[in-house]
């Protein structure tokens, strides 16, 4: 069996986006849909950024009700499908736009999966806007993001195989690994950590969320859940691996989440959203 053609193909849709980052975790629950979605919004904060956000879980897509964009359509252009805009420079795509019902679970193997999948890294059409210099770019080009996040299922999927075969010509910056402390969560994060080396995707770094719970009242900080082994930042030490930051709970991150609306926008100055900022400037 020959290489597949369409490892080029997807190569030169995505040959102008310059940084394409992966976000993933070994566990569901730990905050990396909302870590995908408030990397988006911190890096699409500054307008000369443009950002796209991908949501790759076909099983449990979360990004479109995380950026308030659950009740809208994908439309096929001569292009492909044009992704949603949430703000100018701020575009999203799930797999979620393209099942039949949100509340019907999927129950595919592999093969229908990885096909989707491809489909979509193929058809999605990032060159989008009016102002770029589209009359420059070659057939099957497409103009630049700066950046686009990939926000994928827990574990390591058929999903993840798909991606990482399919994005290997066009250039993966790295990957990013969301936690929380617990040594249950940490385990598996060390099985995404062997899968990064093993695919020699380069990890740009470990974020621990929901590290410790700030009381609104008194300002003390508490740990909720004990991290009997060090922690993220620990196991960083240990392994020789960039220690991002840690995200403290905030029940309005829930709220935010909800409601589609952007956690670091509306709570600017809060340690949550603080934190956010300053693990998005250390990328
Ligand atoms: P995952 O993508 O890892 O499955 P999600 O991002 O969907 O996890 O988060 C699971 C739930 O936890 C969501 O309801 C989200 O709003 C909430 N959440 C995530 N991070 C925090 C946090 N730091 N504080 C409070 N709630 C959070």
Partial sequence: KGPDPDVEVIAKKLANIKHKILVLSGKGGVGKSTFSCQLTYVLGSDPQQRVGLVD???????????????DEQV??????????YVADNISVMSIGFMLPS??????????KKNGLIKQFLKDVDWDDSDDMEIDTLGA???????YLIFDTPPGTTDEHLTVVQYLK????????????????SLQDVRKEIDFCRKANIKILGIVENMSTFICPNCH??????????GGARAMCHELGLNFLGSIPL???????????????????ESPAAQAYIQIVDKI
Avoid at 102 to 111: A, C, L, M, S, Y
């Fill in 56 to 70: 790759v879980d076909i099983c449990g897509p979360s990004v479109p009700t995380m950026m308030g964009v659950g």
């Fill in 75 to 84: 439309h096929e252009s001569g292009n492909g499908w044009t992704p949603v």
């Fill in 102 to 111: 949100p509340d019907e679970p999927v129950i595919w193997r592999g093969p």
């Fill in 140 to 146: 099957g080009e497409s103009s630049g993001l700066d």
């Fill in 169 to 184: 010509q066009s250039g993966i910056d790295g990957a990013i690994l969301v936690t929380t402390p617990q040594e249950i």
């Fill in 220 to 229: 003390g900080e508490n740990i909720i859940f004990n991290p009997t082994t």
């Fill in 250 to 268: 905030d029940p309005r991150i829930g709220r935010m989440c909800d409601n589609g609306k952007s956690f670091t926008e509306e709570f600017p």
